[in-house]
């Protein structure tokens, strides 16, 4: 029946790869939207030993040969040259917020599969009876096949679209909260860095120009 209903209804089409698409996405959102992939538990226990060690002017962050977001976020501001700190939380804030739009990746098309397939269901139903009351106008009662099949077809579409739909509701709603929560933590573990990472830069500016001056007093010599 399902195999006539691909052949009788087009309906049936954009449905069935709306239900690929979405399946693709739940995965690879579930893959993405990982702990260790957004803020790994061992780097967020480095980073609360770095805030809290007296050698933080000496001691480099802790984020390499990590890959996460938190990672790629202390790298672009480990060694930004800010002017003030005011700067340096500006640059966090903007570093933060690209991690969260790839976190957002393929939501809203998502969402959008969520919203199209139960009225593409509704379509499919519609037409489903529209093919019944012909074949009513035509034939009377005299062709219950050709009745049953356009209710199989009203009711197929419909079901379709609804088991579609709730999954990718669910899922969607569940990755936008995820998301949220992950945006709070992440700038809350940014925050306790960036105070630190300012008189760090000076530090690290200075040893830097004393080393070339160093350099340039020998070769004088």
């Not at 399902?2 to 069935?16: D, N, V």
């Not at 529209?130 to 099949?149: D, N, R, T, Y």
């Not at 809350?188 to 860095?193: A, L, M, P």
Request: hydrophobic share 50%.
């Amino acid at each position: 029946m399902f195999a006539e209903l691909l052949q009788t209804s087009f309906i049936m089409w954009p449905l069935l790869l709306s239900s690929v698409v979405a399946a693709a996405i739940i995965v690879e959102r579930f893959w993405a939207l990982r702990q260790n992939a957004l803020l790994p538990t061992k780097l967020i226990q480095r980073l609360a030993d770095w805030v809290q060690s007296h050698k933080n002017y000496a001691t480099p962050l802790p984020y390499h040969k990590v890959n996460s977001s938190l990672a790629r976020v202390l790298h672009a501001l480990e060694y930004y040259p800010a002017k003030n700190l005011n700067d340096l939380k500006a640059h966090a804030k903007e570093c933060c917020r690209d991690e969260v739009l790839k976190w957002e990746r393929y939501l809203n098309t998502l969402g959008s599969i969520a919203l199209i397939t139960p009225l593409l269901g509704l379509l499919g139903t519609v037409i489903g009876m529209i093919k019944v009351f012909s074949v009513l106008m035509q034939g009377g009662i005299g062709q219950p096949e050709l009745l049953a099949g356009g209710i199989s077809e009203a009711l197929v579409t419909t079901a379709l679209g609804l088991s579609i739909a709730i999954p990718s509701m669910l899922c969607h709603r569940h990755f936008q909260r995820r998301i949220e929560e992950m945006e709070i933590a992440l700038a809350k573990h940014v925050s306790h860095i960036v105070a630190r990472l300012i008189p760090r830069q000076h530090h690290v500016a200075s040893e830097h120009d004393r080393s070339v001056s160093m350099k340039t007093h020998t070769l004088a010599a």
